[in-house]
């Protein structure tokens, strides 16, 4: 293997690698934004079950005070 070849060789070896870091990063970028979405997503259910639970919350107790005076309890 004469000096050329050996020289040609260790560029592809840094082109290769230059590649390979390029496509880490992508990819990285990438699967950092999935979890930024994820956070987010998270945090919009979040939201809604806390509004759900207390319209739930409501509806029992506004169901709990008609009972009450459907059978008359308050007189």
Same mark, same amino acid.
């Given at each position: 293997m004469d000096e050329?070849?050996?020289?040609?060789? +260790?560029?592809e070896i840094r082109d290769l690698? @230059? *590649?390979? +870091?390029? *496509? !880490? #990063? @992508? %990819?990285?970028?990438?699967?950092?934004? +999935?979890?930024r979405r994820a956070v987010q997503r998270q945090e919009q259910l979040g939201r809604l !079950? #806390? @509004? %759900?639970?207390?319209a739930s919350a +409501? %509806?029992? $107790? $506004? $169901? %709990?005070v008609f009972l009450v005076w459907l059978l008359g309890g308050v007189r």
């Open positions: 050329k070849d050996f020289i040609h060789l +260790l560029a690698q @230059r *590649e390979h +870091l390029e *496509e !880490y #990063r @992508r %990819v990285t970028g990438e699967s950092l934004e +999935l979890q !079950y #806390r @509004r %759900v639970v207390a +409501l %509806v029992v $107790a $506004a $169901a %709990v």
